[in-house]
Antibody, heavy 119, light 110 residues
Framework: QLQLQESGPGLVKPSETLSLTCTVSGGSISSNKYYWGWIRQPPGKGLEWIGSIYFSGITYHNPSLKSRVTMFVDTSKNQFSLEVSSVTAADTAVYYC???????????WGQGTTVTVSS | QSALTQPPSASGSPGQSVTISCTGTSSDVGGDNFVSWYQQHPGKAPKLMIYEVRKRPSGVPDRFSGSKSGNTASLTVSGLQAEDEADYYCCSYAGNNIFVFGTGTKVTVL
């Protein structure tokens, strides 16, 4: 059974770069069937799609975040990663990674990891 | 990319039905049939309930159904049960491999 697990620092200072990794187990990230994505949820607010990456390294970003977001994939470790630069308090959120089949429905999610931006 | 519009709340008594709307534009909801719906209980990750407007993943009860008309998609929960009380989010493909979520609806079972 496919599982996703987010990992990374829970506290990041303003203006620094937030870095998270999603480890995929029970399946291969190199499958050409799926995209791998990031979604976040600020405290008490709704879900925001950040972006997704294909195993080949092709990425797609939310236009509102594009200039600050970098995603990459490490097929040897079965992981994909997210970096958000120049963070502010507005980037404080629970960050989820998820698998997306071509149908668009994100069918497998990680449990989420809380990132707080504070000095 | 603006968030899709959902009503903040909806409610119904056990056994009743509740319908949640998700309004976008011709560039997202109205543009194709890649609309999905997610259920989220407090402190938990979202769970896929509907994809491609009306398809249910394995294990999702048939009490959950989806539809779409023009730029508005809808999720109907029939035969409401206590465990259906949760937040629900729609999500739509918006072209160029970009997706947008709805604002979310809190469903209360009275």
């Amino acid at each position: 059974q496919l599982q996703l697990q987010e990992s990374g620092p829970g506290l990041v200072k303003p203006s620094e770069t937030l870095s998270l990794t999603c480890t995929v187990s029970g399946g291969s990230i190199s499958s050409n069937k799926y995209y791998w994505g990031w979604i976040r949820q600020p405290p008490g607010k709704g879900l925001e799609w950040i972006g997704s990456i294909y195993f080949s390294g092709i990425t797609y970003h939310n236009p509102s975040l594009k200039s600050r977001v970098t995603m990459f994939v490490d097929t040897s470790k079965n992981q994909f990663s997210l970096e958000v630069s120049s963070v502010t308090a507005a980037d404080t959120a629970v960050y989820y990674c998820a698998r997306r089949p071509p149908s668009g429905g994100m069918d497998v999610w990680g449990q989420g990891t809380t990132v707080t931006v504070s000095s | 990319q603006s968030a899709l519009t959902q009503p903040p709340s909806a409610s119904g008594s056990p056994g009743q039905s509740v319908t949640i709307s998700c309004t976008g534009t011709s560039s997202d909801v109205g543009g194709d049939n890649f609309v999905s719906w997610y259920q989220q209980h407090p402190g938990k990750a979202p769970k896929l309930m509907i994809y491609e407007v009306r398809k249910r993943p394995s294990g999702v009860p048939d009490r959950f159904s989806g539809s779409k008309s023009g730029n508005t998609a809808s999720l109907t929960v029939s035969g409401l049960q206590a465990e259906d009380e949760a937040d629900y989010y729609c999500c739509s493909y918006a072209g160029n491999n970009i997706f947008v979520f709805g604002t979310g609806t809190k469903v209360t079972v009275l």
